[in-house]
């Protein structure tokens, strides 16, 4: 993943990350989207 460029904004609290993925944009939209796998409790 090659970031290109990062931009902050303190005023506003955000950032904006610009890179490039090896994957479709449908694909990667729908991981960021998925909750994480539940982590097995440790007994």
Do not use: G, I, K, Y
């Not at 303190?10 to 960021?32: H, I, K």
């Amino acid at each position: 993943m090659p970031t290109t460029s990062v931009h902050t904004d303190p005023d506003r609290l955000s950032m904006t990350l610009v890179a490039e993925f090896p994957v479709p944009v449908d694909r990667l939209w729908a991981r960021l989207h998925r909750p994480p796998p539940a982590r097995a409790s440790r007994s």
